[in-house]
C-alpha cells in the first residue's frame, strides 16, 4: 500500500500541471497525460515503498517531453531533491538520437549497464503502464493502433517490450514487475496473432 505523503502528493500536482502546460494528452487520445504517470507509480509501489522511487515515477517523462521553460531540471532539484533527478535521468531516452531504433538500443544499453536500481524499476513500471494501454487500445482499434507509433509496426512495439523485458530480467528487477510484463506481452502477442 503507498504511503501517501505531502511529497508524493506535490509530485502528483507537479506532473499534471507540467504535462496540462506541455498541453500533453495520452498518445492517440484525448486522456489526460497525467493517467500514465500515476499508473506507473501504482505498479511501482507493488514492489518499493521508497518514496524518491516513486516520485520518480510520477515525474519521469517531465524531462523528456516537458520544456524546461515550464519545467526544468533545476526545478526538479529544487523541489523533490537530487536522487529523484538522478532516477528520472536514468530513465529519460536521449532525443539526440533521431532514428526510433538507435534511441531505443541506446535506452536499453543504458538501463542495462549504467541505470541506479531504483530506475529499473520505474522503467518496468513505465513499460507494464504503456502495455496495458497498448493493449486496450488495441481491442478497441485493431491494426489502426500502430499508425501512431514512430515507426507504425506491431513487429517493433514487440521487440521494444521483449527488450526491455530481457533488460529488466537481467538487472534482476522484482520478479513482480517482469512476470507481469511477459504476461502483458503474451496477451500482445495473442491479439497480434488473431488479427493476423
Not at 138 to 147: A, F, T
Request: glycine share 4%.
Amino acid at each position: 500500500m503507498i504511503n501517501y505523503t505531502q511529497r508524493l502528493d506535490s509530485a502528483v500536482r507537479k506532473a499534471a500541471w507540467a504535462h496540462e502546460q506541455a498541453k500533453q494528452h495520452r498518445k492517440g487520445s484525448d486522456v489526460p497525460y497525467i493517467i500514465h504517470p500515476v499508473g506507473t507509480m501504482i505498479i511501482a509501489s507493488g514492489a518499493t515503498d521508497d518514496e524518491d522511487t516513486l516520485i520518480a515515477c510520477l515525474m519521469h517523462d517531465v524531462l523528456e517531453d516537458v520544456s524546461a521553460n515550464i519545467y526544468s531540471e533545476s526545478d526538479m532539484k529544487q523541489q523533490f531533491g537530487e536522487n529523484v533527478v538522478k532516477i528520472v535521468k536514468d530513465v529519460t531516452k536521449n532525443d539526440g538520437i533521431a532514428d526510433w531504433h538507435d534511441r531505443s538500443r541506446a535506452y536499453l544499453n543504458h538501463i542495462e549497464h549504467e541505470a541506479c536500481d531504483e530506475a529499473v524499476i520505474v522503467s518496468a513500471s513505465d513499460k507494464i503502464h504503456n502495455l496495458l494501454s497498448v493493449i486496450a487500445d488495441y481491442e478497441v482499434s485493431g491494426d489502426k493502433l500502430w499508425d501512431i507509433f514512430a515507426t507504425k509496426s506491431s513487429a517493433d512495439q514487440l521487440w521494444w517490450y521483449e527488450s526491455i523485458l530481457a533488460v529488466i530480467t537481467a538487472r534482476n528487477v522484482p520478479t513482480i514487475l517482469s512476470s507481469r510484463l511477459a504476461e502483458q506481452i503474451e496477451t500482445l502477442k495473442s491479439m497480434i496473432k488473431k488479427s493476423a
